[in-house]
């Protein structure tokens, strides 16, 4: 037993070590920031939106630029989305295919885009179905004949995916600044 070799490890840092004892004291003498926590008060966070106070006027300018927007007639009916006409197919059997869909609104006009939403969690349809047409006459027909229609023995709803809201009274009466109130009679004293 005598006779075993015993090797020496040596613990003691090499120049070629990730962390030499000149950067360590470099590291040391920086100050770390502090994160002080959001219940005392004390420090205030900086990150994200939010957090930078803004005048009314500042926020009037920002407000004030120029935002992209669709072009649109200002009436009521239907609006076209950016590529085409969709329309909106409501009460669709959860067992249609896109087949069925397919066979049923393609005869009004070529269809574009078809999008069928499946329920994750069972896998049917969730009962809504948006068909996309290139042409408004398009779409128009297949909502003037398959609205109240049968589609795999349910009645199906077509109508427009996207309309204009109503028109704008221009000289609507102003409210109260309180909101909508009732139209009861005053008291009497």
Request: charged content about 35%.
């Amino acid at each position: 037993m005598a006779d075993l070799e015993v090797e020496a490890v040596n613990f003691e840092p090499e120049e070629d070590d990730l962390m030499d004892e000149d950067n360590a004291a470099d590291i040391d003498s920086a100050p770390m920031p502090r994160l002080k926590s959001a219940i005392t008060g004390s420090a205030m966070r900086t990150k994200g939106r939010g957090f930078r106070t803004e005048t009314d006027e500042e926020r009037t300018i920002r407000m004030s630029g120029r935002f992209d927007s669709l072009d649109s007639d200002g009436g009521p009916g239907p609006e076209r989305s950016i590529e085409g006409w969709i329309i909106l197919v409501t009460g669709v059997h959860e067992e249609a295919q896109e087949d069925d869909l397919h066979n049923a609104f393609g005869g009004f006009g070529q269809i574009k885009n078809l999008h069928l939403n499946l329920d994750r969690r069972t896998g049917f349809v969730k009962g809504y179905a948006l068909i996309e047409y290139e042409t408004f006459e398009d779409a128009q027909k297949a909502i003037a004949e398959m609205d109240g229609g049968e589609l795999l023995t349910q009645t199906i709803a077509v109508d427009w995916a996207f309309s204009k809201g109503p028109y704008k009274r221009r000289n609507a009466r102003r409210r109260s600044p309180r909101g909508r109130r009732s139209r009861s009679p005053r008291r009497r004293f």
